[in-house]
């Protein structure tokens, strides 16, 4: 079975500074998607970034980034000049890669930016 | 384009009552999923199906059934209402290219 472990339960940091979120997973496939999902207050998921597995360069989607490390099973969210509107929980997520499988969440980070 | 529906968006129940989330998709996915995610807490899967007339069980399955007549409706069930299913509920559903929609969450509270 997968899991996902996300050591930090809250963050905080200053508008327009970079944090970065933890993320590490533990699994024995070697394909698979790894995801980066913000839910604010109105509970919506919200997709933030996508990795596949099998791509060694890291996904960047505008002020968010990743470190993906394949090998130590590290998965870190960078968010640069970070926004007041990112005050949110964030939720590191593993996904085989067969069609119609289904998430595996990790506990979340709650992130709040401070103007 | 509505995605991924779900009524009613908050519910109170009595413990023992019985209710059915609603959840309609207008993307004809095959694969849909109905997740629950206690306070603090990431989503954990109850049920799923890959397509109408197929489902099975999640993670967390216990107190609920679910059933799939359309493709579209993926409606799920609380028998007996117990207080440790107090929780938020999300429907979801996903293409075979694996285009991932979720519903906006129904608050469920069990008194």
């Known amino acids: 079975a997968q899991t996902v472990t996300q050591s930090q339960p809250e963050m905080s940091v200053q508008e327009a500074e970079t944090v970065t979120l933890s993320c590490t997973y533990d699994?024995?496939?070697?394909?698979?998607?790894l995801f980066w999902y913000k839910q604010p207050p109105s509970r919506q998921m919200i997709l933030v970034i996508r990795?596949?597995?099998?791509?060694?360069q890291n996904a960047t989607e505008n002020r968010f980034s990743v470190n993906f490390q394949k090998a130590a099973k590290s998965f870190s969210l960078k968010i640069s000049d970070s926004q007041l509107g990112d005050t949110a929980m964030y939720f590191c997520?593993?996904?085989?890669?067969?069609?119609?499988?289904?998430?595996?969440f990790g506990p979340g980070t709650r992130l709040s930016v401070l103007p | 384009n509505a995605g991924v529906t779900q009524t009613p968006k908050f519910r109170i129940l009595k413990i023992g009552q019985s209710m059915t989330l609603q959840c309609a998709q207008d993307?004809?996915?095959?694969?849909m999923y109905w997740y629950r995610q206690d306070p603090g807490m990431g989503l954990k899967l109850i049920y799923y199906?890959?397509?109408?007339?197929?489902?099975d069980k999640g993670e967390v399955p216990n107190g609920y059934n679910v059933s799939r007549s359309t493709t579209e409706d993926f409606p799920l069930r609380l028998e007996l209402a117990a207080p440790s299913q107090t929780s938020v509920y999300f429907c979801?559903?996903?293409?075979?290219?694996?285009?991932?929609?979720f519903g906006s969450g129904t608050r469920l509270t069990v008194v």
């Open positions: 979801a559903s996903s293409s075979p290219a694996g285009g991932y929609t």
């Open positions: 699994t024995s496939e070697n394909n698979y998607y």
């Open positions: 990795q596949e597995a099998y791509k060694q």
């Open positions: 997520a593993f996904m085989k890669q067969n069609p119609g499988q289904n998430f595996v």
């Open positions: 993307m004809n996915h095959n694969y």
């Open positions: 199906s890959v397509g109408a007339g197929i489902t």
